[in-house]
Structures are given as C-alpha cells and as structure tokens.
C-alpha cells in the first residue's frame, strides 16, 4: 500500500474522526469557560480585592511601582503575574470540574441503562423449531 492510501485508511477510521470533533468541541467549550471565568466570576471577586482587574495583580521584582498596570510593569522589568495564574488555574478547575460532572453522567447512564436480556424461549416453542428443521432436512434429501 502507498502512505496516501494508508493515511487515507487512518483518517476514515471513526476514532480519528471522533477525536478530531472532540478537539473542535472542547476548544469551543474551553473559550466558554474561559468568558465565564474572566467576565463573570473575576469581575466581582476582583471587587473584592480592590477594584482592580484581577489579572493584573502582581509582585514587582525590579523595585516597580505597584501602581502600574501589568504590561506597564513589565516593560519596566520582571514581575510575578500571580493575578494571571490565578484566573489561569480557575479556568482550568472549573473546565475539569465541568468535564468530570460530564463523565459521572455518561458513566450513571450506561449503569443506569438495563442490559438486554434474552428472554428464556418457551419449550413448546423450540419443540416446533426442531420439528420445523427435521421437516427441512427430509426435504433436502433426495428421493
């Protein structure tokens, strides 16, 4: 086989295909978390701390003012954006809490679902199948 028609196989597979509209999806949804980390949960809990943006806290390194916004700060030196970080780390617990709250219900749907069980065939009815298979059988056999 040459590499295009293997590569064509690997691609048609359904789990590539799965997974390349999972990454599509998850970007998405991680875009949505992110907006709601940033413009709904940060904005009040910054309040809190004084007004600021909280993305832009941060601890001067080289003798900044605190009083600098963040790029401000930077061009003036090294700081240590932990504002950033944080908002960085709560994106990603909320986006893993919200993942595994998904895989719990997945998981409780295939508990959940009732296996398919082969209901016993009732005597009678595989008397007549025998029966039904011997007549087949004579049927077949020449004279």
Known sequence: MSMMSDFKQFAMRGNVIDLAVAVIIGGAFGKIVESLVQD????PIGKLFGGLDFANYYLPLNNQSTALSLAEAKKAGAVLAYGNFITILLN????????FLMVRLVSKARRGAPAQEVAAVPEDILLLREIRDSLKKQAARPL
């Open 92 to 99: 990603f617990l909320i986006l893993a809490f919200v993942i």
């Open 40 to 43: 709904v949960i940060m904005p």
